[in-house]
């Protein structure tokens, strides 16, 4: 009998030996190596989930299936009703300045070059989660260390080269959105203070991204409870907006640079208390100052599994930032200003409805690294299919109120007449997806924090855009201006919804189409799940 040569994976676990068997009596912050012969890794993995199915190990120890789905949801959803909150807050505001529509589609242009940032600095997350979610379950601390460590230092440089990128492309931008002259104005004057930020909000979320890996959704949720805090603070006291005939005790009217002041600071507070908490030791793996030295091994996995993330992530955001282009030529085709704010608030809307799916998502991400490092893709299935159920029926709940009391809803945000002419059409459109919709969200975080990030990538960009922009733009009845560089002229829609329904080009049209496309997406990660090819996943 010959012994097969070692795989990757056991490479690196023996990189941290001292740390790996802490379950059999080492201290979690002992640097030097302990031999303990008598005990082997797989004796250790046979040990991680107890005789009823509890975990024994970790942030979840003591813990059924069922348990441990509620204690890793309810943090993470409150955390992302937080995160939207703060957009939501920005929003809120600027519709309050003297000049609130350029405001509101200055903050709209501003929001999805937010969620870039965004998908950049947490694409580094997805591979910290699942390395530690991972590590976590097999009893390697000492890896889930190192992982930590270095995804401090990664975020931090990340932020600083993104921020600055962001401040040199404002300009760019501006120009992209044809947006008026006051909203660009209020574009540029918000994203500039922004991407001063950035720093911060990387290091908040890469930090988070590892304690959820941990099992700790509890620091997140605190982290987003202050940044919030701090943001409502500074923004009404810096901008000089009324709120409930409340005005500011400071006294002083920065407008929306006090907006964007506020959340820079909520950014800085919340990055400051993850941080502490990551090194406080209390996510069963702790930030040292030692990890933080550049590991070259561990380097290279997070980019294998952030890079395929991001291409999917930065693709699709390529195809909704050419959604934000179409409803700029809607508003220059139909001549009507307001459009912009009107999709964003619609968005702003409907994000509250995904947050139990991206709760559930995060949950079942978290479950299956860590029942997939115990050797048992059979519960990994198992969880995942329990949190997707539990969020298609509470985002199934939200769809029906979407589709009966749409106006109400709309009137909690905005009360400008154009939004409550439009809005309500859009929240009625997405109420119907609901479901599908909870499907994809689920089972898309669920693969990744698998490290199936590849074919995630693959389905993402398919929907993206072989159904997403062709459906979109057929349906919305937007008519394309060609640059002058290619000729000019006018690409001219099909209108295919107006010959055969009369509905008329315009913003409900268009969600028609981008609803569509959240149903099929629904149906190909539904099919991925099930064929059952990301439980073998390497990470």
């Known amino acids: 009998m010959t012994s097969n040569p070692p795989t990757p994976d056991d490479q690196y676990d023996d990189l941290d030996m001292p740390e790996r068997v802490d379950e059999v009596g080492v201290d979690p912050d002992q640097e030097e190596m302990t031999v303990v012969p008598a005990v082997t890794l797989s004796t250790v993995r046979q040990t991680e989930l107890s005789s009823d199915g509890k975990f024994r190990k970790g942030k979840l120890a003591g813990l059924t299936m069922n348990q441990a789905i509620w204690i890793l949801a309810w943090p993470v959803v409150t955390e992302s009703f937080l995160n939207s909150f703060v957009g939501l807050v920005d929003t809120a505001l600027s519709a309050g300045l003297e000049q609130g529509e350029a405001a509101t589609d200055a903050i709209g242009g501003a929001s999805y070059i937010m969620w870039l940032i965004g998908l950049i600095i947490m694409a580094l997350g997805v591979g910290a989660t699942a390395l530690i979610s991972r590590s976590v379950g097999k009893g390697r601390l000492g890896v889930a260390n190192t992982v930590l460590g270095q995804t401090f230092i990664l975020s931090a440089c990340s932020g600083v080269i993104v921020g600055f990128g962001i401040w040199l492309l404002v300009p760019l931008v501006t120009k992209a959105l044809n947006m008026s002259e006051q909203a660009s104005e209020f574009f540029a004057q918000y994203m500039s203070i922004i991407a001063m930020g950035v720093p911060a909000a990387s290091v908040l979320f890469g930090m988070i991204a590892c304690s959820r890996g941990a099992g700790d959704s509890i620091s997140p949720l605190k982290a987003m409870i202050a940044r919030n805090v701090i943001n409502i603070l500074v923004s009404w006291g810096l901008s000089g907006i009324t709120i409930y005939n409340m005005t500011s005790p400071l006294g002083i009217n920065m407008g929306i640079a006090g907006i964007a002041c506020g959340t820079v600071a909520g950014d800085i507070v919340g990055a400051l208390y993850i941080t502490h908490m990551a090194r406080s030791g209390k996510w069963s793996i702790r930030l040292k100052f030692i990890r933080m030295k550049p590991h070259l091994l561990t380097i290279q996995r997070l ?7 991001f291409l999917e992530t930065f693709g699709l955001w390529i195809g909704n930032f050419a959604i934000i282009l179409f409803v700029g030529f809607l508003t220059l085709q139909l001549d009507k200003d307001g459009l912009l704010g009107a999709h964003i608030i619609g968005i702003r809307i409907e994000a509250f409805s995904f ?185």
């Open 355 to 539: 947050m139990p799916g991206f709760g559930m998502g995060i949950a079942a991400a978290t479950l299956a690294g860590q029942y997939l490092g115990m050797k048992r893709p059979d519960l990994a299935k198992q969880a995942v299919f329990r949190c997707t159920m539990i969020a298609t029926i509470i985002m199934g709940a939200i769809g029906v109120a979407f589709i009966l009391i749409p106006q109400q809803i709309t009137a909690l945000l905005s009360e400008q007449e154009l939004h409550q002419q439009i809005v309500p059409n859009l929240l009625i459109i997405c109420g119907i997806v609901q479901v599908p919709f909870a499907i994809s969200i689920v089972f898309r975080s669920a693969m990744r924090g698998a490290g199936d990030v590849k074919f995630v990538m693959a389905l993402t960009w398919t929907a993206t855009y072989i159904i997403r922009l062709p459906i979109a733009y057929i349906l919305s009845g937007v008519d394309i201006p060609v640059p002058e560089i290619f000729g000019g002229g006018v690409i001219e829609n099909p209108k295919l919804l107006k010959s055969m329904f009369g509905v008329e080009p315009g913003l409900t049209a268009l969600w028609i189409g981008l609803c569509s496309e959240m149903f099929l997406r629904g149906v190909l990660f539904a099919a991925r799940f099930f064929q059952g090819g990301w439980l073998k996943a390497k990470v």
């Open 303 to 309: 980019f294998r599994l952030g890079i395929p993330n």
